[in-house]
């Protein structure tokens, strides 16, 4: 094993390793080339009132993981059933900030030869994405090492170096800390070899050097395979052992080093495949972890286990576990998220959906009421009859709405998030100017600007954080919505009253006259400042 394991650790990881028949890195055991989706016709009936809206314009592809750009748009990547392509996709809000009246627009394919599934992302403070690693290219299990960089302003893709001895990187989990540093997992070393390892280490890339510092998983103790990384209001990160269940460790940002976090009570890892789901952070500062059930039923076997999942609570205040509550069962089979999606919604509660056992279908969604510590049942999505968590996506949208994608080319907004609490909104203390020109830079200081918590989660295979600030300009006559690309944030913390800077630049479509400005974190908007473009 690289890096320090502990005796428990490295012999739960030699068992499940050695259960799955491979002596290196643990494989996924669905295929890539999974039945997906039946694609949908582009008008389809729902009974009865759904919170779920089909985008006006389906994809002219098979979307996969999303992320949220620094101007208001969607980066969409496309995941087809043979494997990860090079091609990307933008979602463009309409004139009044709507997604669902969004338009599509391609964008250029990633280098050659970098075609992932299943892999590391993030946007960066410079409003720039990252991807890293992957578990397939073009549809061969692969955990490549390869890595590179979106550049929005310019349209461009650019290549990203592995960090120092990392052989592979694979479906590795990823973050960017409240410094606003992105940190990077290693799921395994020597993946493809029957000698393989998982790993322990992490690396924190540098952008200005466009270089990396490799860290060795100073105390880390269980591989980083399969696990989440949850960044908390103290800034440090939370993750839950998937080899060493029921053990929690934090990684401290200063030391760069880790530490235990604590026991869960009923262990949300399923421990014979060592799958969790997602764990969504929340304005109160606490962590929802979405259990992955006790199941070995993998598809296409059917489930056949009948126990209810446990889900988990990490409080923030008490710094301790809790039991969240069980997910209940589906026609008497196990309902869990071994690999799925959840997002925060603006009342602070989460949203996120279950499938049977381990990879199986239909789907069911859930809201966690975090006030009372319990769950409610949503309406399905029209393709739930053929989904699985695995295959779901959730991102956080900035007018507080979800979207979501199961893989067809039918994506849904879902449209019932609630009302947020005031004291969650950014504030706004500065702005460099009332007025500005189409095209002209900005600046803004203020307070909360990334937020409380990180928006949507999914954990190693899907990272699609959107806790860094946005800019809404609205036209005071027409009611036309632009958003000002953001880039230069000074922190990403999510702790209460952190402050913040932020420059941006006016869209050179911003139509002139009296105008609002607000920023916006996770979809709950400042209080406006009224500007002019001139």
């Not at 949908?40 to 759904?50: I, Q, R, V, W």
């Not at 592995?162 to 799921?187: C, E, K, M, R």
Request: glycine share 10%; net charge negative.
């Amino acid at each position: 094993m690289t890096g320090s394991l502990t005796a428990t650790a490295a012999a739960h990881a030699a068992q499940a390793r050695s259960a799955n028949g491979f002596t290196g890195a643990r494989p996924r055991t669905t295929p890539v080339g999974r039945a997906r989706p039946a694609h949908l016709p582009a008008a389809f009936a729902t009974t009865g009132p759904s919170p779920w809206v089909p985008l006006t314009n389906a994809p002219p592809f098979d979307p996969g993981s999303m992320l949220l750009e620094s101007d208001g748009t969607v980066l969409v990547h496309s995941e087809p059933p043979a494997g990860g392509p090079a091609a990307w996709s933008q979602l463009t809000p309409d004139s009044t900030g709507s997604y669902v009246n969004g338009t599509w627009s391609q964008l250029p394919s990633m280098p050659g030869g970098y075609n992932p599934l299943y892999f590391a992302s993030a946007i960066l403070p410079s409003g720039r994405m990252i991807v890293e690693g992957g578990e397939y290219l073009g549809g061969t299990p692969t955990w490549t090492n390869k890595g590179a960089i979106y550049n929005p302003v310019s349209n461009s893709w650019a290549r990203v170096a592995p960090p120092g001895g990392w052989a592979n990187i694979g479906d590795a989990q990823s973050n960017v800390l409240a410094n606003g540093t992105f940190i990077l997992a290693q799921a395994c070393q020597n993946c493809t070899s029957s000698n393989g390892t998982l790993s322990t280490a992490q690396a924190l890339f540098n952008e200005t050097g466009n270089n990396w510092l490799t860290l060795p998983g100073y105390g880390k103790n269980d591989p980083n395979d399969e696990e989440f990384w949850s960044l908390l209001q103290s800034g440090k990160l939370l993750t839950v052992d998937t080899w060493a269940t029921p053990t929690t460790e934090m990684f401290n940002p200063s030391t760069f080093t880790w530490s235990f976090a604590g026991n869960t009570v009923r262990s949300p890892v399923n421990t014979p495949n060592a799958e969790i789901g997602p764990a969504v952070g929340m304005p109160n500062g606490n962590v929802f972890v979405v259990g992955a059930g006790t199941s070995s039923d993998d598809a296409p076997t059917p489930c056949t286990t009948s126990s209810a999942a446990a889900t988990a609570l990490y409080s923030y205040a008490a710094a301790k576990w809790q039991n969240g509550p069980s997910i209940p069962t589906l026609d008497g089979m196990q309902m869990d998220s071994a690999d799925g999606p959840g997002s925060i919604l603006p009342d602070g509660n989460v949203l996120f959906d279950v499938s049977p056992c381990v990879f199986n279908a239909p789907l069911a969604f859930y809201t966690y009421n975090a006030s009372s510590n319990t769950l409610s049942s949503v309406p399905d999505v029209p393709n739930a009859a053929n989904d699985s968590t695995y295959y779901t996506r959730l991102l956080a949208l900035p007018n507080g709405q979800v979207l979501f994608n199961d893989g067809s080319n039918q994506m849904l907004v879902y449209a019932a998030g609630g009302t947020p609490n005031p004291a969650w909104a950014p504030s706004i203390a500065s702005v460099s100017s009332g007025t500005y020109a189409p095209g002209q830079k900005g600046s803004l200081s203020g307070n909360q600007l990334a937020g409380l918590d990180q928006g949507a989660a999914y954990g190693d295979d899907v990272q699609d954080n959107t806790n860094f600030p946005l800019v809404r300009i609205t036209n005071s006559a027409t009611g036309v919505v632009t958003y000002a690309r953001t880039y230069g944030w000074t922190s990403v913390s999510t702790a209460p009253g952190a402050s913040s800077s932020t420059n941006f630049t006016v869209p050179s479509s911003t139509p002139a006259g009296a105008s609002t400005l607000v920023v916006v974190a996770n979809g709950i908007a400042s209080q406006p400042v009224p500007i002019t473009i001139s």
